[in-house]
């Protein structure tokens, strides 16, 4: 009798255990522990992640053509329902991200803005160019070198609309969805980030224009080490890699015999795969990471939405976003930042959906960059190139034309 009360007790406890589990919201352990729950095969994928395993494999095929080292993962409803990697690109590597890294920048921002509200009342609002937040400004004759910088705020640093020349020997800016062409200027020297990013030459007023210009997120991040007390990287381990429990990661700070002093706001972050995914799984929950509101949620709905700080163009807090429908395979409130070599981080919250789409060159991979040590790298593709465009095929489309077609083709492979 005793026994059987005992068994029906556990029957019991193991069905509520199993409803609760059921509604309670899944967020993966770390790699080390049993890592993301998958569902890589025809059947889960369909069932569990309601993808269609044929068009993501189609999207796989196009992504492998789009750079010498790709990779592909693709979780829904929480489910890592597609994981392939070509060339060097693996689940443990870390290579440089390129620009990709201006979306942890941004988050961390956010972060920043709740935490110490009390130093940053006006929020987006404040204007970084004061003794308080960038005296390095000011190091000559006691004045900043234009002063149409006084007027940059956090918000248009954070939009890429502080009137600063964007990069490159061809320069753009736009002007209420206006295109034309900059002249070429200095933008950031490596072995003088803070102080090149600071002299950086603007080509207009803060808020008159968007032109994609690197020194201005990492000028965000020196207002971020300034009141916080923390360089970057250190920033983001505390507040987002120790939560999520990422495997190890830093930015490329070695540059041949030169070692950066501080993490580059514009990019170069190096992160596994699966934690990449961790980062984008943690927006697409609006911030939230097992039970703690790491980022704010009002923050990341305005990284995918038009902002103030850019009228523009569709990019916001160093995200660009699909708000005025220009990628039209792609719901209204996807949001992506890219990266050099074909990098990208993709949420899409209507669809339920995260995306990470590695690409690079074999320079991108150099482990000195983090001297992190790396697993056996395949070599397979090192003497890939890519295929020419011609009037009959797309060619390898490794910058934001692929990106962008790589966000249409798994949105179409959704089902439910």
Not at 314 to 321: A, D, G, V
Request: hydrophobic share 35%; charged share 20%; with cysteine.
């Amino acid at each position: 009798m005793f026994l059987r009360y005992f068994q029906k007790a556990c029957f019991i406890s193991v069905f509520l255990t199993e409803c609760w589990a059921v509604g309670a919201p899944y967020f993966p352990k770390t790699d080390s522990q049993s890592g993301w729950r998958t569902a890589t095969n025809g059947t889960t994928t369909l069932r569990r992640a309601g993808l269609d395993p044929r068009r993501l494999e189609q999207a796989w095929n196009y992504t492998r053509r789009c750079s010498q080292n790709a990779g592909l993962l693709v979780v829904r409803h929480g489910w890592l329902a597609h994981e392939r990697y070509v060339g060097r690109a693996s689940r443990q590597v870390n290579p440089d991200m390129a620009s990709t890294g201006k979306a942890y920048t941004s988050i961390a921002c956010g972060i920043l803005l709740e935490e110490f509200r009390n130093r940053l009342p006006e929020g987006l609002n404040t204007k970084v160019f004061t003794r308080e937040f960038l005296p390095e400004a000011f190091a000559k004759e006691n004045a900043l070198d234009d002063p149409r910088r006084a007027d940059i705020t956090l918000g248009h640093l954070l939009c890429m609309s502080g009137g600063y020349t964007g990069e490159g020997g061809a320069p753009t800016a736009v002007v209420l969805g206006r295109s034309f062409p900059l002249k070429a200027v200095s933008g950031q020297d490596i072995r003088d980030v803070d102080g090149s990013s600071l002299r950086c030459a603007m080509w207009t007023n803060a808020g008159a224009g968007y032109s994609y210009s690197s020194p201005e997120p990492h000028i965000a991040s020196m207002v971020l080490r300034r009141v916080s007390g923390m360089d970057l990287k250190d920033y983001l381990h505390e507040r987002l890699a120790k939560p999520m429990g990422w495997g190890p990661w830093d930015y490329c700070l070695r540059r041949g015999d030169f070692v950066m002093p501080h993490a580059n706001g514009a990019g170069s972050i190096a992160v596994h795969a699966t934690d990449a995914l961790r980062f984008g799984y943690c927006l697409l929950n609006e911030g939230r990471w097992n039970g703690q509101q790491l980022v704010p949620a009002n923050y990341i709905a305005h990284c995918h939405s038009l902002s103030p700080y850019n009228p523009h163009s569709p990019y916001s807090l160093m995200f660009e976003h699909n708000a005025d429908g220009h990628i039209a395979g792609a719901p209204k409130d996807a949001f992506w930042k890219s990266g050099a070599g074909g990098f990208a981080l993709i949420i899409v919250p209507s669809l339920d959906l995260v995306i990470y789409k590695m690409g690079g060159h074999n320079g991108q991979y150099d482990p000195n960059f983090t001297r992190i040590p790396q697993p056996q790298m395949n070599e397979e593709r090192d003497d890939w190139k890519p295929i020419a465009r011609t009037p009959f095929n797309e060619g390898s489309n490794g910058g934001d034309d692929g990106i962008r077609r790589v966000l249409e083709m798994v949105c179409d492979a959704t089902v439910n």
